[in-house]
């Protein structure tokens, strides 16, 4: 799904919305000063980052299984049901405000440039939608956070991945159920002459949907490097 005319229009009156009514940070509620960016210095500083990026095979490697290789991995914070932090991704993907998802993944891209991690990395896909789930909530919190990183590290985000049919959610599903729930329902076309793609999306939890996404695109690229991130990650129940 690309940036379009709705997009603009969302987030030019997000924008009005900001000078009527000031920016208040999204964990705490106070007030932002003009340097702040949807979090205070002090939640922006408390984030429960995970540093699994600086593991060479994390807690998300053993996730997403043995199928296919996944070069690189990262998970901006731990996901707490509850928590302030998973309400901001919560809020971008059920209450109409995706733009927070692309904030949060300029902030991690930020952080992330210096590290090496998007070095040789040449395309950015986002994990799909059914059109029927497009069509009701208007967008796809995944693609937001993809063009966040995109703001920051000039990669291009490449539309190859399609969700072939309409799926439940994932949520308190137990593993078994979420790898039954995604089994053979994403689809993936040639990536061109991309030779490393990085798979967004929002939550990482058994990594069954980010598993199928990355099998689609390794069957019809093979040879092509795959690296995943997120912004949370959720412990399994």
Not at 50 to 69: P, Y
Not at 225 to 235: D, E, H, N, P, Q
Request: with cysteine; hydrophobic share 35%; net charge positive.
């Amino acid at each position: 799904m690309r940036y379009g005319l709705t997009d603009l229009l969302r987030d030019g009156i997000n924008g009005l919305m900001s000078v009527v009514w000031p920016d208040r940070c999204a964990v705490c509620g106070r007030r932002l000063t003009r340097d702040e960016k949807l979090l205070c210095l002090a939640c922006e500083v408390d984030i429960p980052r995970t540093n699994i990026h600086l593991d060479d095979f994390s807690e998300i490697h053993k996730r997403l299984g043995h199928k296919v290789r996944i070069e690189r991995a990262a998970s901006y914070f731990y996901y707490i049901p509850g928590g302030g932090y998973a309400a901001l991704i919560h809020e971008a993907k059920y209450h109409n405000r995706p733009g927070t998802g692309r904030k949060l993944a300029r902030g991690f891209a930020e952080e992330l440039k210096s590290t090496g991690f998007f070095d040789g990395i040449d395309g950015i896909a986002a994990v799909p939608l059914h059109y029927s789930k497009l069509l009701g909530r208007g967008y796809n919190q995944s693609r937001y956070i993809a063009s966040g990183l995109g703001d920051v590290t000039g990669i291009k985000i490449v539309d190859i991945l399609k969700c072939s049919r309409a799926h439940s959610t994932q949520t308190r599903k137990s593993a078994l159920e979420r790898w039954r729930n995604v089994k053979d329902i994403y689809k993936a076309r040639s990536c061109g002459d991309c030779k490393h793609i990085l798979v967004v999306d929002d939550v990482l939890t058994t990594g069954s949907t980010l598993a199928a996404c990355c099998e689609a695109i390794a069957a019809v690229n093979p040879g092509v490097k795959i690296s995943v991130l997120t912004l949370g990650l959720a412990g399994i129940s």
